[in-house]
């Protein structure tokens, strides 16, 4: 079964850089761009943008465009997304997904959520 | 970008009643590229149903969606204790792939 597992939560000093790994498995990972949504407290979710396994290619949503790099290690089947320069903003839970590349698929499989706290 | 705004914020209501949200698109949503989603606190959002009416895998049939274009609606025909959670919408068929505020439905 398809199945996303994540790293462990993470508590960041402001100014700091945090990288949250998501694991897949289940399915062929160069088959489906995986994409990262975040949610900050009581907050709705936020579509960060997705990762093509196959080439590396990404796409940002604007609002996360310049703090946010998002990587994989094909041979891992693991997807990773980094926050840089961290601010007390981005205290939320960051989820990883799937959709199948080129097409508009909802997202049915999803990670269990890394929270990400940043407080000095 | 197309934004999402679902009503009502809070619905309250008992076991057994029927429950009825509201998404409404800033803009038109192609193809009906229109999902929604159940979360519950500590976890990750579930999909209910996408193409505005289909429901996803095991998902029950008291669940059901319609609309099209600008108005989507999901509606639970009776609530069951485990219905009882955060609703959101998103539309899948153009980047940025938006979501809703989200509607809770609480136990009244």
């Known amino acids: 079964q398809v199945q996303f597992v994540q790293s462990g939560a993470e508590v960041k000093n402001p100014g700091a850089s945090v990288k949250v790994s998501c694991k897949a498995s289940?399915?062929?990972?160069?088959?489906?761009?995986v994409h990262w949504v975040r949610q900050a407290p009581g907050q709705r979710l936020e579509w960060m943008g997705w990762?093509?396994?196959?080439?590396?290619?990404?796409h940002y949503s604007q609002s996360f465009q310049g703090r946010v790099t998002f990587t994989r290690d094909t041979s891992a089947t693991t997807a990773y997304m980094e926050v840089s320069s961290l601010r007390s903003e981005d205290t939320a839970v960051y989820y990883c997904t799937r959709d199948l590349f080129g097409s508009s698929e909802p997202f049915e499989h999803w990670g269990q959520g890394t929270l990400v706290t940043v407080s000095s | 970008e197309i934004v999402l705004t679902q009503s009502p914020g809070t619905q309250s209501l008992s076991p057994g009643e029927r429950a009825t949200l509201s998404c409404r698109a800033s803009q038109s949503v192609s193809s009906s590229y229109l999902a929604w989603y159940q979360q519950k606190p500590g976890q990750a959002p579930r999909l209910l149903i996408y193409g505005a009416s289909s429901r996803a895998t095991g998902i029950p049939d008291r669940f059901s969606g319609s609309g099209s274009g600008t108005d989507f609606t999901l509606t639970i025909s009776r609530l069951e204790p485990e219905d009882f959670a955060v609703y959101y919408c998103q539309q899948y068929g153009s980047i940025p792939k938006t979501f809703g505020q989200g509607t809770k439905v609480e136990i009244k």
């Open positions: 990762i093509n396994p196959v080439n590396g290619n990404t």
């Open positions: 289940g399915y062929i990972f160069t088959n489906y761009a």
